[in-house]
Structures are given as C-alpha cells and as structure tokens.
C-alpha cells in the first residue's frame, strides 16, 4: 500500500516562498507514475499545481508556473514543491498525490493527508 | 483550460436515496473523467476513473457515465458514509482540471 506524507512549515511569509516535501512509502518513486501536488483553499475547490517524473521531467500548471519548482530525490524516495513569491491567496491546504498513469488511464489514486500552509505576517 | 462545471452545487437527501450528480466539461473530453469524493478535513479519494471504472475497494453502489461534455455519478442507495463532498475532474488535456464539487448533506 503506497502512503505519501507531506511535510513543512505551516506558516510562510508573504512573498517568501512556500517549501514542501512529500515522503512515498509502500513503493518506489523511481517507478512509471507522475508525482503530483494539488492544493486546496480553505472551503474552497481542488487546484492541480502540477507533476514530476522519476526522471526530473516537469508540467506546471500554466497558472502558476512562473512561481513552481519541484524536484525529486531518489535516494529518499520523496519529491519537493516550491512555490515563490507568495501571498495570502496562496494559503491553502497542499497534497501530495501519485499520478497514475497506464494506456488511457490518468488519475490521482494514492493522496497524503495534505498539510495546511498559511501565508501571513 | 478545460473549464469543469458541476450542479447541483448541494443537495440534501436521506439514507436510502438514489442520488445523480452531474458534471459538464466546456468541451468534449471523451471519457477521461475521473470522480472523487473528499471527506472533511480529509484527502479526496478516488470514486470513478474514465467516466465509469471502479477502482478496487469502491463499492457498487457508485456508478459513472457519460462521454464527450456531460457525465453523470450515481449513487444507487445513499449510505450515512457517503455524506461528502464529490468532486470531478478532466484527465483529457493539461493542466487537470477539477469541477467546484457537489457537496451531498444528510436531509
């Protein structure tokens, strides 16, 4: 059973930049599946932030692109996302998601319990 | 973007119920439509992918359909546990995009 478990500040400031991790457990991050972050204000709806390969390759969400970093570390089987230039309307609660991708097939089927990130003075 | 629109954005049943809720895509998508459903305070989990596949675990009482721009999730007998809020999403181009959700209240 795959579990992901995100991980960071709770609390960054504006125009700062929001640093998250994502630890995978139960399975290999060096396996054929797009490690994913989508985030959620609070009472609000799902936002897809984007998605990383094993391989380092990336898509962003053309809406935050310009502000989205993410990485991944094989040898700790976990992925990052950074996000720059933050302000209030970034607060949010951010998951971590694996992709799961076979012929036709592309959902988000595994989800950390997602961490809430507070942008504020 | 592909532009998803759900309704009703509630709805208040009761146990036992059949309940539809629906989800329109702003252009047509085939059948790359997963459905979600989220609990407070908790993840979304996965309910349906392209349009009317159950994942393993998801019981039969939910059921997807449709293709192109409008779907539909379906389920047959509300039970006290299916009281969330159901979210649905386009896996046709990028970015995934998600509908605003439909949440389900217990009447």
């Known amino acids: 059973q795959v579990q992901l478990q995100e991980s960071g500040p709770g609390l960054v400031k504006p125009s700062g930049t929001l640093s998250l991790t994502c630890a995978v457990s139960g399975g290999s991050i060096d396996s054929s599946h797009w490690w994913t972050w989508v985030r959620q204000p609070p009472g609000k709806g799902l936002e897809w932030i984007g998605e990383i390969y094993q391989s380092g390759s990336t898509h962003y969400n053309p809406s935050l692109k310009s502000r989205v970093t993410m990485s991944v570390d094989k040898s700790k089987n976990q992925f990052s996302l950074k996000l720059s230039s933050v302000t209030a309307a970034d607060t949010a609660v951010f998951y971590c998601a694996r992709g799961f991708t076979s012929g036709s097939e592309y959902y988000f089927d595994y989800w950390g319990q997602g961490t809430l990130v507070t942008v504020s003075s | ?107």
């Open chain 2, 1 to 107: 973007d592909i532009q998803m629109t759900q309704s009703p954005s509630s709805l208040s049943a009761t146990v036992g119920d059949r309940v539809t809720l629906t989800c329109r895509a702003s252009q047509s998508i085939g059948r790359y439509l997963n459905w979600y459903q989220q609990k407070p305070g908790k993840a979304p989990k996965l309910l349906i992918y392209l349009a009317s596949s159950l994942p393993s675990g998801v019981p039969s009482r939910f059921s997807g359909s449709g293709s192109g721009t409008d779907f539909t999730l379906t389920i047959s007998s509300l039970q006290p546990e299916d009281f969330a809020t159901y979210y649905c999403q386009q896996s046709h181009s990028s970015p995934p995009t998600f509908g605003q959700g439909t949440k389900v209240e217990i009447k």
